[in-house]
Structure formats: C-alpha cells, structure tokens
C-alpha cells in the first residue's frame, strides 16, 4: 500500500465517524458505507411507466466481497438494490446501487 493509501485508510475511520456510515450487504459480506441520497427518476411509456432509484455508496475496497459484484443483489437502507456499476480505487470504491420498478 502506497503512503497516500495509509494516510487515507487512517483518516477514514475519523472521517466515517463525523460522516455517519450505514450497513450495506452483497451476498453474505457486510460492510460499512457512506451513502449519498437516493436519486428518483420516473420514465412514462405507453401503458406504464419505468421508476428508477439509484445511490451511491463509497466503501473501503478491502471490505469488498472478492471477484465481480456488479449485477449481484444488495441490501441498503432496507431495502433491496442491485450493483449497477464499481469505480474500484486501491483504497476505496464508488457503487451505484440501482432499483427499478415497472408499473
């Protein structure tokens, strides 16, 4: 690990505690993550419509189940979300969480 990345695994444990972290799962791993609010976004189409949450979360990476997470079920704010997409950094990683409802 580079010094840049101690530096930042260090402040993060001060950090996360200002900030306030909640409970994300994938699979069987639990970790803690900073969530942004959810984003709400609702497409009309003939006979329906699409409704679509997304949130971020940014969690340290070595708290990550190993392999690829992305289109896998996760649980966040009791709800359930899948993992649209990872911006893996070496010390931590972005997900979108993505929730789609069609009605």
Known sequence: MSIVGDFAKGAAAQSFAMIGVETVTIGATSFDAV???????????????????RLSAVVKTADLPSGNIVKKKATARSSSWRVDS??????????????????
């Open 35 to 53: 969530l942004a609010e959810a984003e709400l976004s609702k497409d009309f189409s003939e006979g329906g419509f699409e409704l679509t949450r």
């Open 86 to 103: 990872e911006m893996r950094g070496a010390t931590f990683t972005t997900l979108t969480l993505t929730e789609i409802e069609k009605a």
